[in-house]
């Protein structure tokens, strides 16, 4: 059964799907998206950021897509993409996927099952160290029957099987990628300029200023509904929210509480509010910064972890920084997953007393009264990370610095540009994070970046390992049985939140700002640009856009 929040979501989805309705031949116009990340890449194997995969998404193709009820056990909902059909096999350990006979490439060359093999081979391929990788686990392999059949076999029969093979994998063309050698996916200039089968082609990318895709109109299931699609790269939140308050873009896939109050003074202006699949956290590195072999000197320890997560106010931080844009997150689970259940669930409460106690048992006491905890000669001391591309990381990591000073503990912020905070999570070499992550529509996605195979292979940067928490999270992902299932995901939830490889913070509300002359269709919690080929401009409704160094489209 649907939870109530996931079951309001797929309303509201409905009723903005019909909002975005169109004409048949009305299709034109430029829509730019006003964002304060810049991509860390286009490709969708190797980009982990939101901005990233934004433009991945839109380029490249699935087999199918989950639909509006975002159904994740068996094929029912799905929405054919790359694939025209498929047919189980009798004994249900096969999937044979049938691509559309008219799908091709952005260069003109056919989507064969070649290209689907290639990518699955690649995603699994540990020397190119896709996140995806460890959901891919259960399948087996991937055979080419024909030109157009490719069978995906499976190690045993599981719920999320389709979702797996449809889903998990954007398929990449064998004749572009596979010039490129797999250690260099992150570095080849090739991969700047990527060749995809999606409603949009790559038309640029200008480092700090721009992304431009443009219309596919010979794509095998119809043109997108606008000409153009353009992000306008800030350097942070506050210049991407002016840029769209003056009009310089149409559109900003977050709103905080004040740029809200701000918006009832523009009556051209409209939001939408869309479900999330998203929780922040502050990120404990468990692994020495200097030395991964050991473990980290303060995080190392789960006590003074719990100790950490004791002294934050979660309740307060949230209402100060995001007021009812926000609830407090429970662990990594967001509510509006199917198994996203937290009434049960265990949860470390602000208790600033007892944290102050558990540290003096774990032997960090202040000896020389200077409002300092140490340890062995050691400063309960470290640095906290945060993009300024995200004005709410920055502001909850100011109030964290405040409320862990409080029980001893010394936080030097360390704020700076998205790119070099990416860079600094794969190496490794930080204290704490503040983070965000969006999650896969399956709970199961949790192991990407909770998992052990995920440490070494994947995006588990803070490299937490505990076969426990594996074991229940591998036991719910291969029981057919929903309600067996569900249990397990709660053990497996309560043991990670018990460990406390991080403070739970947050889970956004989503509000997003768009010109009204902008028609969305359905804002999926998981990914909201989904859909972007059916958001649509009315012709008389169209403007010019050749600001923001823009090259004038030919036709708007």
Known sequence: MLSRALLALVLCAFVACRAGDRRSGDAGGTMIISVGAEPDAL??????????????????????????????????????????????????LSIAFKIHPNAKWHDGKPVTARDVAFSFDIHKDPEVGSSVAPLLSRIDSVTVRDSLTA?????????????DAAFQVRIHPEHWLGQVKRSEYTTSPVVRSPVGSGRFKFARWEPGSVVEVVANTDHYRGRPSLDRILWSIAPDFNTSAARFFTGETDFIEYLRPE??????????????????????????????????????PIFGDPGVRRALSMAVDREKAVRNVLGDLGFVAVGPLPRAHLFGDTTALPSIGYDPEGAKRLLDSLGWRDTNNDGIREKGGRQLRFSLAAPTSSQTRMQFSVLLQAMLRAVGARVELDHMEIRAFQELLARKRWDAAMQAWRTDPTPSSIIQT????????????????????????????????????NQHYRRAYETIINDAPAIWLYEPVNAAGHHRRIKVATMR??????????????????IPRDNIGLRPAAAQ
């Open 525 to 542: 919690p998981d990914a909201w640009w989904t859909r972007i080929h059916e958001w649509h401009i009315p012709r008389n409704e169209r």
């Open 450 to 485: 909770w998992g052990m195979a995920a440490v070494k292979d994947g995006v588990n940067f803070g490299s937490y390992e505990n076969p426990v928490f594996d074991a229940y999270v591998d036991s719910a992902a291969s029981s057919m049985d929903a309600q067996r299932a």
């Open 259 to 296: 740029n809200i109050e701000q918006l009832k003074k523009h009556p051209d202006l409209s939001m939408a509010r869309y479900g999330s699949l998203d929780y922040g956290f502050v990120w404990f590195n468990l692994r020495d910064p200097r030395n991964s072999a050991r473990p980290h």
């Open 43 to 92: 490709l969708p194997i190797t980009t982990t950021s939101t901005a990233g995969n934004q433009v991945a998404d839109i380029i490249f193709e699935r087999l199918a897509e989950p639909g509006d009820e975002m159904n994740t056990r068996g094929d029912g909902g799905f929405v054919p993409e790359l694939a025209d059909s498929w047919t189980w096999s009798p004994d249900s």
């Open 151 to 163: 069978v995906v076999w499976y190690k045993q029969r599981y719920p999320e099987q389709f979702l």
